[in-house]
């Protein structure tokens, strides 16, 4: 075991060192590129708005023979790969020879690619048709891009050209199903079309369509330094939802590792970092535009030189000092999606994480107790309480959200605001964000490195803050915390969390050894206080109910009681998890279940003569799956053509929920707090009980409303078939 985590380590090293060496060397003024970025013209049949190269009068490009004679040049011998773009390079009668060209004058070359609009789709198919059979017929590999940057009016709005996105999906179906060729869409987001792009990635998945998503760049070849308005202006709703896109992407869409680090990197730069991922322009690349112009990179193109007047190779060397300036002064801010091998850095942060996955589980806990002797405390002010929250924070819910919110208020009024606040992370961006919605002063650390064992040991006292004590691998985080304070004494507690469910034996042992380990053990239900109580432990659990009540209480008069003419949703995915039967059967219960769920939403705006049908979500967050994706796949499955449907795109938070819940006529939850928020707020409700009797239908008899319920069965019988 510890020789082969030795030569695993030391095989890292190697690597990492190797890595090393290679970024010093990474600006070689003797490496000739191996991939051109070749724009070959300077005009475009679309009025895009993040781009002013249709603005300009077209002028003559160079000619194939022009190319051809520019590429003979020593610089481009070791070409490997071009990439066609432009403008719209189908405009050009000439493409087909500018293809032969590259085939003829390039030597080492093994692919070339296309970027269209394919607005004028049968010239567009007609001519990526020739350039596919020419690349066949001389063993040369070619890919296509189409440009999509959301779905029918969104990118007919963005690209400035009515029915553009029905021209580009067809085209794209074409190269992908009759051709063969690997084809993909390619996104560009900016501030039009920031709240669509997830509608595109529903649509992408829906139709079995592969893209790529990138935000806006200022590229000096685009001429758009003056639209400054939407691209990269986005306001902090904006920049995060973007944020959690690409998580998604990530999540479920994107199986190459090379683009998932820089979706990664796109997001560090949102939240207001640097470039994570290096670029194939520091080595590798060279731009060459339509006229002859030599550039080092795109989005800093100053021309450099003019290939037709003097040698490419000359002009390239002449000015390194400019490329080294791009690198010192440009780069790190650069968010365009070029993709490039993995820097020192980003392995150094990957064999990081590697470890820490190995060192926090729960069979290592006694591993994590002996490495906090060894780590250094974390000092704190002897005048304050500090408390260090764990949970499942890093993926919460609207409800999550206001848990916490209550568990903070209770220490507050608790130590009289002369306390620290600790919260542990899964994502520490997803809870920087809700401390900001809740206007919370706390440090946010993550639960996934050292931090955890860090905090755990140098807190007063660590709370596990609500949610449920279930079968998740991620018990390690209050596991490890609380056999970790127990050591250095410190108090722990459970704080209005649930027992359950729990299907097996090791989880169910994990969380009994949580429960032993607490101090103070509050239960947000009697059902769970039964379960803690029949541990036999000498010490007894008690009720303090859900924490998001009490917050919810407390900021529901900040909001108005006048009611408008809508019926609000707050439905979910129904997961396998909660399901009694077999997996073969899941299926066809799941969609009977929401067919019913449809036909019940229907009768009761039928009922009510409501104006609008509007679907809210609990959740934005891929990992708990993010209900804004079931309203549109439910939407677009049992509503089409009603036109009283509004999907809420926007993020939700504590304050949108109460918001919308108190101006309903009346309440669809399916989401636990979603049932929760309905009847602290006294507003008229249904209840979903997805659970089948779990903590919905607890809840419910202990507030003595289960007339508000409808359960899976009764939904079944009654509006499955209506």
Known sequence: MIINVLKKFY????????????????????????????????????????????????????SPDQLGIILTDPLYSELTHVGVTGGEPTLREDLYEIYEKLIKVLPNLVGLSIITNAIKEDDVKFTIKNINNLCKN??????????????????????????????????????????????????????????DADDLLYYAEKNGIYGRFRIAETINRL??????????????????????????IKFRFEKNMDYKRTYSSTQNILLGGNRLIGCPYHSNGIVLGSKGQINYCAPQATDLGNGIKDSSLKIYKENFSKKRNILQNKCKNCIHDYHAPITYNEKLKQIKDYYYKKILTISKADLALYLSYILKKIPKNSNTYRIFILGWYGTETVGDKAILGGILNYYQQKYNDRVEFIIGSLYPFITNRTCLELNIDAKVVSTSNLDLLRYSASSDEIVMGGGPLMDLNELYVPYIGFKIAKKYRKKTTIFGCGIGPLKTDFFSQVVKEICKLSDDTKLRDKKSIEIFNNYNFNKKASFFGDPAKGYIEKISNNFTDVKENILSCYLRDWTFEYFLGEKKDFKEKKKLFERSIANLIKEEADRLNVDRIEFHHMHNFVLGSDDRDFSRYFVDQYF??????????????????????????????????????????KTNFIAIDYTLGGKIHLFLEEMNILKNKRSLEYLIENYSEI
């Not at 991939?35 to 679309?46: E, H, R």
């Not at 001429?223 to 998604?248: C, S, T």
């Not at 938070?653 to 109460?658: F, M, W």
Request: net charge positive.
């Open 11 to 62: 095989s890292q090293l190697k690597e990492l060192i190797k890595l090393k060496k290679q970024e010093k060397l990474i600006l070689n003024i003797n490496k000739k590129p191996k991939v051109l970025n070749l724009n070959i013209i300077d005009s475009c049949n679309s009025k895009c708005t993040m781009c002013n190269i249709w603005r300009r009068d077209e002028e003559l490009e160079i």
């Open 223 to 248: 001429y758009n330094q003056n639209r400054g308005k939407i691209i990269r202006n986005f306001d902090e709703d904006e920049a995060y939802n973007l944020v959690i896109l690409f998580e998604k």
């Open 138 to 195: 001389n063993g040369i590999h070619f890919s296509a891009m189409v440009s999509i940057d959301g779905v029918h009016e969104v990118h007919d709005k963005v690209r400035g050209v009515k029915g553009n996105f029905q021209s580009a999906i067809r085209v794209l179906e074409y190269l992908k199903n009759e051709l063969k060729i690997p084809v993909s869409f390619g996104a560009t987001i900016s501030k039009i079309n920031a709240w």
């Open 640 to 681: 089409k053509g009603d036109q009283r449907i509004f999907i809420n795109k926007k993020l939700s938070t504590v304050d949108s929920i109460v918001k919308v819940m108190k101006k309903s006529k009346l309440n669809i939850c399916m989401r636990f707090h979603s049932v929760l928020f309905a009847h602290t707020l």
